[in-house]
């Protein structure tokens, strides 16, 4: 079993859905990121979050650390939202370092 | 700010050779990560570095190494290459002070393919 697993692995929306990925994750950490990948590679820092939620325009994030889960959601999904969505886990190895553990990605395909 | 930039964007290599990336991070960021990403695998750490230190290092064999310079820029080494390495190399860099806020820029990748 993965440290990090995500759901689904394909999400097809049509345009103006409300939409949800999800991430469960195993180990110990100190931050959950969510992260966009486009087309070509390039990857875009969405959201870090240790607890709580946190917006940005139509992009919300969540965590539940008791329940070791984290949601990301995409209001009044837009053909320019499809991308590849990665949930990623700042372990905690014991000090002050930065090591990642993703899970597979969401590929998203938001239709016209 | 000038993002991180990596270098070269694009490499072929055959079995056997060795091969050296470049990442330079944001101004000011002290902290290096290297990830490998494959269709089978997905994204992996390879190893992090600190102020010229390996602060940390992921499940891949000593073929693969890195260092850091003191201006903070970071190389990537892969000896003996193998098919399997074919793959894209991203590095990310960070303040590196704190990893529960610490935001990771990610830089555009070498796509590495391996003949």
């Known amino acids: 079993k993965n440290e990090v697993e995500q759901s689904p692995q394909n999400l097809t929306a049509q345009e103006g859905e409300f939409i949800t990925i999800n991430c469960s994750y195993s180990?110990?950490?100190?931050?959950l990121h969510w992260l966009q990948q486009h087309p070509g590679g390039g990857i875009v820092s969405l959201f870090m979050l240790s607890s709580g939620k946190k917006k940005h325009g139509r992009l919300i994030a969540t965590i539940n650390i008791q329940e070791k889960h984290s949601s990301l959601h995409i209001t009044a999904s837009h053909p320019r939202d499809s991308a590849v969505y990665i949930c990623?886990?700042?372990?905690?190895?014991?000090?002050?370092?930065?090591?990642?553990?993703f899970g597979t990605g969401t590929l998203l395909a938001v239709q016209p | 700010k000038a993002g991180v930039t990596q270098t070269p964007r694009y490499l072929i290599k055959t079995r056997g050779q060795q091969v050296t990336l470049s990442c330079s991070p944001i101004s000011g960021h002290r902290s290096v990560s290297w990830y490998q990403q494959t269709p089978g695998q997905g994204l992996q750490f390879l190893f992090e570095y600190f102020s010229e230190t390996q602060r940390n290092k992921g499940n891949f064999p000593g073929r693969f190494s890195g260092r850091q310079f003191s201006n903070s820029r970071s190389e990537m080494n892969v000896s003996t290459l193998e098919l399997g390495d074919s793959a894209l190399y991203l590095c990310?860099?960070?303040?590196?002070?704190?990893?529960?806020?610490?935001?990771?820029?990610f830089g555009p990748g070498t796509r590495l393919t391996v003949l």
């Open positions: 180990v110990g950490i100190s931050a």
């Open positions: 990310a860099s960070s303040l590196g002070t704190d990893p529960s806020t610490d935001t990771q820029y």
């Open positions: 990623a886990a700042s372990t905690l190895p014991g000090g002050a370092t930065n090591k990642l553990i």
